[in-house]
């Protein structure tokens, strides 16, 4: 059976799932609290499901309703990424670029190479949307990007997968950590150190388990995280080292953080991906040019 549902109400429910409350999605919709509250009632009655609960006069979303709204999300953001390109259409605008990357990657190579072609080009516009390397995979058969940014392995017969650059994993902790003092960091010297990992899935996680396979040793890893900068942060804070990449690293570097080599040498391949089934444009391929020279610099930095 075939539902209509109206995409004002679904609005609403965006608006009020990332909001919390019926007062930030009428703020968000630039509506009246009654206006969110009528949406949301007629977005009921067309689904033919309860998506709120009425607890001392607050909506508390249903079980339902969170399901329904990881589908309504993507749906919204690829209406959004419609009417984006419609008014560029319309405008004749041919200079945009769609950019699907890992949060890191737009500090440590998207802001440079940017600003160098928004110098360049006046003209050039950009939207960026940032995913982790998982997310990458799962995401890149639906979505609509130019250009993305990630790190190998990766297979898929829609992309053209052209390398971008190579770059070493790195030891990451506190000023005052005992290992600060040394100028590279061994595999061997973080035997029985607490370390903060990233997740099991991740290739950061399975290199660094496969060194230690490799003299013989079990990691002793007190916190893990699927997110390298929050490693990085939180062996900056002096809850472990963290083994991190290069870029990451660099990107979460603050006050009171060092950087050391690490050995043996990690190295992780970072790739552009195209999708094969739309052209690329001049613009395109300038900014995949500034953001490999970009890299190529960083990556030849020696952590210090």
Not at 128 to 146: A, C, H, N, P, T
Not at 182 to 201: G, S, W, Y
Not at 287 to 293: F, H
Request: glycine fraction near 4%.
């Amino acid at each position: 059976m075939v539902i209509d549902v109206n995409v004002k109400g679904l609005e609403a429910l965006r608006a009020f799932m990332e909001g919390g409350s019926l007062n930030e999605a009428a703020q968000r919709l630039h509506r009246t609290q009654p206006q969110v509250s009528r949406l949301l009632a007629a977005l009921e009655e067309e689904v033919g499901f309860p998506l709120f609960n009425r607890e001392k006069r607050r909506l508390v979303p249903t079980a339902e309703a969170r399901e329904l709204y990881a589908h309504v999300e993507y749906a919204l953001y690829r209406l959004d990424e419609l009417k984006l390109a419609a008014a560029r259409v319309r405008a004749q605008q041919r200079r945009h670029v769609r950019i699907l990357t890992a949060p890191h990657v737009t500090d440590a190579l998207l802001a440079e190479a940017m600003a160098v072609l928004t110098e360049e080009d006046p003209g050039f516009t950009a939207s960026i949307d940032s995913r982790s390397r998982l997310d990458i995979e799962l995401w890149v058969g639906k979505e609509q990007f130019d250009l993305g940014i990630t790190v190998l392995p990766l297979d898929s017969d829609a992309l053209d997968i052209e390398p971008m650059v190579t770059i070493r994993a790195v030891a990451v902790m506190r000023e005052d950590h005992p290992l600060a003092a040394k100028k590279t960091v061994q595999i061997e010297d973080l035997i029985d150190l607490p370390l903060v990992a990233n997740a099991p899935r991740t290739v950061m996680r399975q290199r660094i388990e496969a060194a230690f396979r490799n003299i013989g040793v079990k990691p002793r890893i007190r916190l893990e995280t699927p997110n390298g900068l929050v490693a990085c942060e939180l062996a900056g804070r002096g809850l472990g080292l963290a083994v991190a990449d290069g870029f990451v690293a660099r990107s979460s570097l603050k006050p009171g953080m060092v950087i050391r080599p690490f050995e043996p040498a990690i190295e992780l391949t970072y790739v552009f991906i195209f999708p094969k089934w739309q052209a690329r444009t001049q613009i395109v391929n300038r900014l995949a040019t500034l953001i490999r020279e970009a890299a190529e610099r960083q990556a030849n930095q020696r952590p210090s």
